[in-house]
C-alpha cells in the first residue's frame, strides 16, 4: 500500500473555509483505480492538517495527479491566495510505502 501525506498550514482565518472546501469536494477520486480512503486529519494543536490518501501503490495516486478530475479538484487553491497574489497556505507532500500493520 502507497500513502500520499499532505502537511498543510492553514491560518486561523483560513479553517472554517478549508474546512468546508473538503467537505464539500467532489470525491473524484474516490473512483479512481487505486483508490483506498483519504482521511483529511484537524490539528488538536497548532495549524498543521494532514491530508492522507491511501492508493493501492504508487502509480495509481501518479495516475491521479495527471488527470483532468485532479486538476478540476484541485482549482479552488486559489481561494487562499491574498490580494498580492501570495498563497496564505503552506503544503509539504510526502510519499510512504507501507510495510506493516
Known amino acids: 500500500m502507497f500513502v500520499m501525506m499532505n502537511r498543510m498550514t492553514i491560518p486561523e482565518s483560513d479553517r472554517e473555509h478549508f474546512e468546508h472546501l473538503f467537505r464539500t469536494r467532489a470525491r473524484a477520486v474516490d473512483r479512481r483505480p487505486g483508490f483506498i480512503k483519504a482521511e483529511i486529519l484537524r ?50 507532500v510526502e510519499m510512504y510505502e507501507v510495510f506493516a500493520e
Open 43 to 92: 490539528p488538536t494543536k497548532g495549524d498543521t492538517y494532514i491530508v492522507m490518501t491511501h492508493w493501492q501503490d504508487k502509480d495509481s495516486f501518479l495516475q491521479w495527479t495527471k488527470s483532468e478530475e485532479y486538476k478540476e479538484g484541485h482549482t479552488r487553491i486559489g481561494d487562499f491566495r491574498g490580494g498580492d497574489g501570495k498563497m496564505r497556505i503552506s503544503s509539504q
